[in-house]
C-alpha cells in the first residue's frame, strides 16, 4: 500500500524553472526506484528520468543536461529540477514508484496522479 503524492506542476515561461516533487507514503513498504514520467496531448506517455535508491539515475534524451532528478531516502521522496524550459515540455508528468513489501521480494508499480506542467510565453 503506497501513496504518491505530487506537487509543484504550474505554467513557466520558456528557459525558466519549476520542480516538482513526490512524496510516498504508507506502510511496510521499500522503494527501490522512483521516477518521473510525462504524457502531452496526443502523446504515448515516456520516461523521463529514473532514480535507485542508490542514486544511479536515466534520463531521456530530450531532458539530459536540463533536468535534474535526486531522491531523499528518509524522507521517501524525489525531486526533478527542470531547467531551460521548453514549450515540448508541455505535459502531465507522473510520478512513479517501483516498491516492494517488507516482508516480500516481488516489486510492482506504483502511480501518483499527475501534475499539470504548462511552458508557453
Known amino acids: 500500500q503506497v501513496q504518491l503524492v505530487e506537487s509543484g506542476g504550474g505554467l513557466v515561461q520558456p528557459g525558466g524553472s519549476l520542480r516538482v516533487s513526490c512524496a510516498a507514503s504508507?506502510?511496510?513498504?521499500?522503494?527501490?526506484?522512483m521516477g518521473w514520467y510525462r504524457q502531452a496531448p496526443g502523446k504515448e506517455r515516456e520516461l523521463v528520468a529514473r532514480i535507485t535508491t542508490e542514486g544511479n539515475t536515466i534520463y531521456a534524451d530530450s531532458v539530459k543536461g536540463r533536468f535534474t532528478i535526486s531522491i531523499d531516502n528518509a524522507k521517501n521522496t524525489v525531486y526533478l529540477q527542470m531547467n531551460s524550459l521548453k514549450p515540448e515540455d508541455t505535459a502531465v508528468y507522473y510520478c512513479n514508484a517501483v516498491v516492494r513489501r517488507t516482508t516480500g521480494r516481488t516489486f510492482y508499480d506504483s502511480w501518483g496522479q499527475g501534475t499539470q506542467v504548462t511552458v508557453s510565453s
Open positions: 504508507g506502510s511496510s513498504f521499500r522503494i527501490n526506484i
